[in-house]
């Protein structure tokens, strides 16, 4: 018996190695935007069953806690929503799952209605001027830059003096 499970296990080093990568890698877990939550969640539950068929379970809050973290910049309303809801009342895991699937539902079916905002492309304009003549209407446009600036700075003081 032993050496089955040793064979299968491996030893106990293999076994503490094997407990520290599969934690490494539950603690950088996030879900990245273009995943669907099915995707997310097989990988998750590879992660967490895998801990705890080597003795190092993790409970159900801490794993909805972690789902909740991992969700991406784009869902930060929900999660914030979610975080809430599981603080006042401890949520089961597949509860979060199944409000994370309707979430997505709704999310690409907002995506599919709201129309695609167009493309505009610019055209660099090129003119017959020569570089002194640009040059010049630049110094022109400065310098009028300049003195509205100025303008506006002296009406500024003013009003602050007279107050």
Avoid: C
């Avoid at 304009?125 to 002194?132: A, Q």
């Amino acid at each position: 018996m032993t050496t089955l499970i040793g064979h299968y296990e491996g030893t106990s080093q293999v076994k503490g190695a094997k407990i520290d990568l599969l934690r490494s890698q539950y603690e950088s877990f996030k879900i990245q935007e273009n995943k669907s939550i099915d995707d997310m969640i097989t990988k998750f539950t590879k992660i967490t069953n895998a801990l705890a068929s080597l003795g190092n379970e993790i409970n159900n809050d801490q794993k909805v806690r972690k789902v909740i973290r991992a969700l991406p910049p784009s869902w930060k309303i929900k999660a914030t929503a979610l975080k809430e809801l599981n603080d006042k009342d401890e949520m089961e895991l597949i509860s979060l799952i199944g409000n994370l699937k309707i979430h997505e539902m709704e999310k690409k079916a907002r995506e599919e209605t709201v129309p695609q905002k167009k493309k505009f492309i610019a055209f660099k304009s090129t003119s017959n001027i020569s570089d002194d003549e640009e040059d010049e209407e630049n110094d022109e446009e400065l310098s009028l830059l300049v003195r509205n600036v100025k303008r506006m700075y002296h009406k500024k003081r003013l009003n602050h003096r007279r107050r």
